[in-house]
C-alpha cells in the first residue's frame, strides 16, 4: 500500500534556528501534499497545501514566511519552520493522496518539534 | 464555516462492549467523510469511509453512519478491544474530486478501553 515516510520523528532545536521537516511518498507519485500541525490533545489543523513545481497554497492564519514549504519532486515535500520560537513546538504532520482507496490519503508518522 | 479543534472528550468502554462515537461536521456541501484511529505520536490511521450518498458502511468491526440532515457522522466498533484505544478523529471533504482537495478534521474523540 501507499507509505509517506516522515522525518526526523523528534527534533529538539533552540530558539532563532532554523528545522527542516521532509515527508516523502516511497512507493507513490504525489502532486499534492498536506502540511499539518497538532498540539496536544486537539485536532489536526491543516497549515498548508504543497504543490510541486508552485507554491504552496497556506491556510488563513498560517504565516508562509514562518513555515516556508518545498515541493521540489514528485515524491518530497519540506517544511522548514524558520527562526523557530518555544510556541512553534508542536506535533507536525503530513499527508499525501495516492488514490481514491482507503481514502487515499497517507499520513506520515508525524515529527514532534522541541523549541527551547 | 471549518470544523475547529476543541478539547478532547473521552469515551470509556469496557472491554467486549460496542462503542460509539460521534462526529459533528459543518459544511453542507461535504460529501467523503473518513473516520481515523490516531495512537499517541503517531499519524492518522484510516479506519474507513463513506460518500455522502449512502448513509450507512460497514467494515471488519466497524460500522459508520451517516446522516446528512443533522450533519451527524457516527462511528460503530463492536467488541471493542484494549487495542482500540486511542483518539479518533472525523474528517470531511467537499467533493472527492482528485488528489489536491484537503480534508477538515473534527474535534476527536479518545476512546479508554477498560478491562
Known amino acids: 500500500g501507499a507509505v509517506v515516510s516522515q522525518h526526523p520523528s523528534r527534533v529538539i532545536c533552540k530558539s532563532g534556528t532554523s528545522v527542516k521537516i521532509e515527508c516523502r511518498s516511497l512507493?507513490?507519485?504525489?502532486?499534492?501534499m498536506f502540511w499539518y500541525r497538532q498540539f496536544p490533545k486537539k485536532s489536526l489543523m491543516l497549515m498548508a497545501t504543497?504543490?510541486?513545481?508552485?507554491?504552496?497554497?497556506?491556510e488563513q492564519g498560517v504565516e508562509k514566511d514562518k513555515f516556508l514549504i518545498n515541493h521540489a519532486s514528485l515524491t518530497l515535500s519540506t517544511l522548514t519552520v524558520t527562526s523557530a520560537h518555544p510556541e512553534d513546538s508542536s506535533f507536525y504532520i503530513c499527508?499525501?493522496?495516492?488514490?481514491?482507496?482507503?481514502?487515499?490519503?497517507?499520513f506520515g508518522s508525524g515529527t514532534r518539534l522541541t523549541v527551547v | 464555516g471549518e470544523s475547529v479543534g476543541l478539547h478532547l472528550p473521552t469515551l470509556s468502554v469496557q472491554e467486549g462492549d460496542n462503542s460509539i462515537i460521534n462526529c459533528a461536521y459543518s459544511n453542507s456541501a461535504s460529501d467523503y467523510f473518513i473516520w481515523y484511529k490516531q495512537e499517541s505520536g503517531k499519524g492518522p490511521q484510516f479506519i474507513i469511509d463513506?460518500?455522502?450518498?449512502?448513509d450507512k458502511r460497514q467494515g471488519q468491526r466497524v460500522t459508520v453512519l451517516l446522516n446528512k440532515t443533522v450533519k451527524h457522522l457516527s462511528l460503530q466498533i463492536a467488541a471493542t478491544q484494549p487495542g482500540d484505544s486511542a483518539v479518533y478523529f472525523c474528517?470531511?471533504?467537499?467533493?472527492?474530486?482528485?488528489?489536491?482537495?484537503?480534508?477538515?478534521f473534527g474535534t476527536g474523540t479518545r476512546l479508554q478501553v477498560t478491562l
Open positions: 512507493d507513490f507519485q504525489a502532486t499534492t
Open positions: 499527508s499525501a493522496r495516492a488514490g481514491r482507496g482507503r481514502g487515499g490519503y497517507t
Open positions: 474528517a470531511e471533504n467537499m467533493g472527492d474530486t482528485g488528489t489536491a482537495s484537503k480534508l477538515t
Open positions: 504543497s504543490n510541486e513545481g508552485s507554491k504552496a497554497t497556506y
Open positions: 463513506i460518500r455522502s450518498n449512502m
